[in-house]
């Protein structure tokens, strides 16, 4: 029985779907107004192993993501500048243009770490329909009010606003959050429609006036869309629990008077070097920089899948070549395994319901690589071993079949940079340099052997 961590309930629960065989997933896509650096891809790569696992366990599954492109502000709030006016002037591009820029780097980031691609990406300006009519349910329902700066949502409709985030509202000060609106009743009230910006790039007619929509309500109008107004899954990071998730089930409880999500699962984020990821250091690295690196850009993916998605990840460039060795390790198995078949034992039953157990856990992938290697070095057969790695990877999507034909390995650049680099310093006969650069060439998983030519030999 899979089991997940309910933010909604701080509970781990069994998975009980609303339609038995079938599982909605709406999971909080990027704003697309800069790059999806590794930390927004982590997320993304541990919610594909949702799907992947709910398709292997025979679940029909419909996974929604959206695309933000217009009305998430600066502060996540209602506060500052929106993030594709800032980005389009930043870069001098049309704020369509900076969409289309960014939402290609993100899909080829997607292609590179084997992510599935949702089946429906939807992007916010192309539902403004689907948000004017949600917020006109909401309004209808007394649950917004008008004010200098738009429509606002009214939290103290509901009575179960702190509830999610665990918010004491006492020891929030009036203001605190928003301070361009005096009118606002409470100063945690959301806009559900821009309507005080007229230089804003993006603007559309409504009942309230021209404007733009608030960044919330598009969550819900796309995912009720495509997914009804009750739904199973809803993702997203734990940064969005306080603020965002917390306004997206007030307004669909002003819509809809329900919950739409029954199990709000949350990622914890990657740091690097034990840094948070932040513009302001510059750290904030791409999946096609690691390729630049001669990484396997699914030595990063097999990283992810060595963390809990509740714990997050501390990014270090030795991680992640510690990850490229254990990936072409597991290559190099699977394409022994495919070419021979010994008389081991051919119980794999065992096998299979202890993958199954541990990532069945809440998502378990670290103690199902766990699993995965003991079996390897199990007395099974040879053909079943390979049979099951086949089958874990429709989970894991490492590529294994892919990558396990037997072919001549080709050297990575940076190793063979490094080789090169070696070579220079026995020459100028600095011979600890030459040491320390060997090592480093090991910690890569290959090994060289001086002569006329040096020899490079995987280890």
């Given amino acids: 029985m899979l089991k997940l961590y309910n933010t909604l309930t701080r509970k781990k629960e069994d998975f009980m779907p609303i339609k038995k065989g079938f599982a909605g997933i709406y999971s909080c896509g990027p704003t697309v107004y800069w790059n999806q650096h590794i930390g927004h891809m982590y997320a993304y790569t541990q919610w594909d192993c949702l799907v992947r696992l709910l398709r292997y366990m025979k679940y029909r599954v419909k996974w929604i993501m959206n695309i933000t492109d217009v009305g998430h502000m600066t502060s996540d709030q209602d506060e500052g500048e929106d993030k594709m006016e800032k980005g389009a002037k930043r870069e001098g591009l049309g704020v369509w243009e900076l969409a289309d820029k960014y939402i290609k780097q993100f899909k080829e980031s997607m292609a590179l770490l084997n992510i599935t691609e949702p089946d429906v990406l939807c992007r916010a300006t192309e539902h403004i329909k689907e948000q004017i009519e949600l917020i006109k349910k909401i309004e209808k329902n007394g649950f917004a009010y008008k004010t200098k700066t738009g429509l606002v949502f009214d939290t103290s409709k509901f009575r ?69 107004e009750h739904f199973d899954i809803h993702t997203g990071g734990k940064e969005h629990i306080p603020v965002h998730h917390t306004n997206e089930i007030a307004q669909a409880y002003g819509a809809f008077g329900k919950q739409t999500a029954n199990y709000w699962l949350h990622n914890d984020w990657v740091m690097i070097n034990g840094e948070k990821i932040s513009k302001s250091l510059g750290n904030g690295t791409l999946v096609s920089e690691i390729i630049k690196k001669g990484i396997n850009p699914l030595a990063l993916r097999y990283l992810f899948l060595t963390s809990h998605y509740k714990q997050g990840l501390n990014f270090t460039w ?48 670290p103690n199902a690589l766990a699993v995965m290697w003991d079996m390897l070095k199990s007395n099974l057969s040879d053909k079943k071993k390979y049979a099951l790695l086949m ?51 090991r910690f890569l998983g290959y090994s060289v052997e001086d002569g006329d030519k040096p020899i490079v030999k995987k280890i």
Avoid at 392 to 414: A, F, H, M, Q, Y
Wanted: net charge positive.
């Fill in 160 to 228: 179960h606003y702190a509830d999610f985030a665990k918010l004491n509202l006492d020891e929030q000060k009036s203001g605190a959050r928003v301070k361009i609106d005096e009118e606002k009743k409470n100063p945690w009230d959301f806009l559900l429609w821009v309507t005080n910006q007229p230089e804003h790039i993006m603007q559309w007619d409504s009942p309230w006036g021209r404007g733009f929509p608030g960044w919330h309500i598009e969550c819900t109008a796309m995912s009720t869309k495509y997914l009804g």
């Fill in 318 to 365: 030795e991680s992640l070549d510690s990850s490229q060795i254990a990936l072409n390790k597991l290559y190099e198995t699977a394409g022994r395994l495919k070419k021979t078949d010994d008389k081991g034992n051919k119980d794999d039953k065992q096998w299979e319901s202890k993958f199954i157990d541990a990532i069945e856990n809440d998502l378990g992938l």
């Fill in 391 to 441: 089958k874990w990877d429709k989970v894991l999507g490492l590529k294994i079949k892919e990558n396990s034909k037997t072919r001549k390995e080709k050297i990575p650049k940076e190793v063979m940079r490094l080789v090169k680099e070696r070579e220079e310093a026995r020459k100028n006969k600095d011979f600890q340099q030459a040491d320390a650069i060997r090592d480093k060439i």
